[in-house]
């Protein structure tokens, strides 16, 4: 069962606006009785702002009231019709040092199968640096008779869906390219 977006908040709204019982609101949020019962008395979330769940679209007002005729029904979250949020990472996400060492190898192969792909993209996708992979297209990078082209999404370096929109974009971008240059 999915949550409110701010259980607490939504707990304290639901407790000093309406008669539902300390069960079907520990329910409803996902939060203990007890701390239902402690919100109600003063003891906690005595600083929060009550949420009113009613503004988001995750009850109706007719829920509430079938809910506060009957003590022992559960309230149900109405669905919403947003899009729910992806998640999405903080930065640069960290290589352990065992991956690090197949990143010119994946250069390789990016270059040899998708040439249309420009260094900062490679960049991107692969979370390497510009130096390394010019030193790996010009065949002067310090283990280059080591390198063997082997596909990143095996390696683990990035996804199918990461790279075929790297190659969807760089190809755009080309055909652009191809439309200006020929007028």
């Given at each position: 069962?999915?949550?409110?977006?701010m259980p607490k908040a939504t707990a304290v709204w639901l407790v000093e606006n309406t008669a539902l019982t300390f069960d079907q609101i520990a329910d409803f949020t996902g939060m203990h009785?007890?701390?239902?019962?402690?919100?109600?008395?003063?003891?906690?979330?005595?600083?929060?702002?009550?949420?009113?769940?009613?503004?988001?679209?995750?009850?109706?007002?007719?829920?509430?009231?079938?809910?506060?005729?009957?003590?022992?029904?559960?309230?149900?979250?109405?669905?919403?019709?947003?899009?729910?949020?992806?998640?999405?990472?903080?930065?640069?996400?960290?290589?352990?040092?065992?991956?690090?060492?197949?990143?010119?190898?994946?250069?390789?192969?990016?270059?040899?199968?998708?040439?249309?792909?420009?260094?900062?993209?490679?960049?991107?996708?692969?979370?390497?640096?510009?130096?390394?992979?010019?030193?790996?297209?010009?065949?002067?990078?310090?283990?280059?008779?080591?390198?063997?082209?082997?596909?990143?999404?095996?390696?683990?370096?990035?996804?199918?869906?990461?790279?075929?929109?790297?190659?969807?974009?760089?190809?755009?971008?080309?055909?652009?390219?191809?439309?200006?240059?020929?007028?």
């Amino acid at each position: 069962m999915s949550l409110p977006i701010m259980p607490k908040a939504t707990a304290v709204w639901l407790v000093e606006n309406t008669a539902l019982t300390f069960d079907q609101i520990a329910d409803f949020t996902g939060m203990h009785e007890l701390e239902i019962q402690a919100i109600a008395d003063g003891e906690v979330a005595s600083g929060i702002v009550g949420e009113n769940p009613l503004t988001n679209g995750e009850l109706t007002s007719d829920e509430i009231k079938r809910c506060e005729e009957k003590p022992n029904s559960k309230l149900k979250i109405s669905k919403s019709n947003l899009p729910k949020p992806k998640i999405r990472s903080k930065g640069a996400r960290y290589t352990p040092v065992s991956k690090r060492q197949e990143r010119p190898d994946a250069i390789s192969w990016i270059l040899k199968n998708h040439p249309e792909l420009s260094e900062a993209q490679i960049c991107r996708l692969l979370r390497t640096t510009k130096q390394t992979v010019i030193s790996v297209k010009d065949k002067t990078h310090w283990n280059a008779q080591n390198i063997n082209p082997q596909n990143p999404v095996i390696l683990g370096l990035c996804n199918e869906a990461e790279l075929q929109k790297a190659v969807s974009k760089a190809n755009k971008k080309k055909k652009k390219l191809e439309e200006i240059e020929s007028k």
